[in-house]
């Protein structure tokens, strides 16, 4: 089953340099039976593209704990074997699950990341990342706002060099302020 992970540069980098993604317990996304009676007319590409969606979402709730780290979201793609059935108290749409395991870095089939353009998008819904959690409608349209912005796609191969060439903090080492 394809999960997505949501992470940051450098969280990134150090599952890559570990060669597995953890510690256990992870939070990932993936097309559960909760997300798939939410959009019952979805074929597995969109359930797929809306879980995706979702761990993006996530993500910038990281970007939002570690303000020394560039503004642009990361999602992990990995195929893992079980997944732990949902105990029932999950939401209607909801795509998220406890994964109580360490992936190892051969399970990661792509990394999707923002490209440099959307920072400024990322960069506000960082920012106001409390606000939205606490109901703001200001912050909560700047973090819906992040949907607009698409994830680039980047092979595992690439991962290294994406990594040597944007730094550990991003692009030459910014805060995600260029």
Known sequence: MRVYIPSTLRLLSVACNAGEIGPAPLA?????PALREWYAEG?????????????????????????????????IAA????????????????????????????????VHMDATDAIPVIRKAADLWEAAQNGDDDAVFALDSCEGEDLLWYATQEIPDLLAAEGPRGRNGSNGSN
């Open 43 to 75: 074929d597995d590409e969109e359930l797929e593209y809306a879980a995706m969606a979702q761990a993006a979402r996530a993500s910038v709730g990281l970007l939002a704990a570690d303000p020394g780290i560039a503004r642009r979201r990361v999602v």
């Open 79 to 110: 195929e893992v074997s079980a997944v732990p059935p949902a105990d029932g108290s999950v939401e209607l749409g909801d795509a998220r699950l406890e994964l109580h395991v360490v992936i190892p870095w051969r399970s990661v089939a792509a």
């Open 28 to 32: 990932a996304y993936a097309v559960t």
